[in-house]
Nanobody
Framework: QVQLVESGGGLVQVGGSLRLSCAAS????????MGWFRQAPGKEREFVAA????????NYVDSVKGRFTISRDNAKYTVSLQMHNLKPEDTAVYYC???????????????RGQGTQVTVSS
């Protein structure tokens, strides 16, 4: 069982920046990827970003490309999401996830954190 604990998030104005972090522990299987999903009120959960643990390859949903950057620390089993130029439509609960690459980029994972709220005010 993989445990994921997120930190960061909060309230920020339009155009601002936030950094989310996630620490993984427990039975971490390989090969795997980590990533972030988000779910806004009344909307389905969507994939945001993914990073491969083996080679650092990344993938992003189109709406965040050029604004969000996902990174990893292999030694600490942590993944971060740096978010710049935040927009009101980025408001959502953000979830860290760990799973196979194809499941992460599909927005599917049985291993998710508890979520952290990101609110962008206009």
């Amino acid at each position: 069982q993989v445990q994921l604990v997120e930190s960061g998030g909060g309230l920020v104005q339009v155009g601002g920046s936030l950094r989310l972090s996630c620490a993984a522990s427990g039975h971490i299987f390989t090969p795997f990827a980590m990533g972030w999903f988000r779910q806004a009120p009344g909307k389905e959960r969507e994939f945001v970003a993914a990073i491969s643990w083996s080679d650092g390859s990344t993938n992003y949903v189109d709406s965040v490309k050029g604004r969000f950057t996902i990174s990893r620390d292999n030694a600490k089993y942590t993944v971060s999401l740096q978010m710049h130029n935040l927009k009101p439509e980025d408001t959502a609960v953000y979830y860290c996830a760990a799973d196979l690459w194809k499941r992460i980029v599909a927005g599917v994972s049985d291993y998710r954190g508890q979520g952290t709220q990101v609110t962008v005010s206009s």
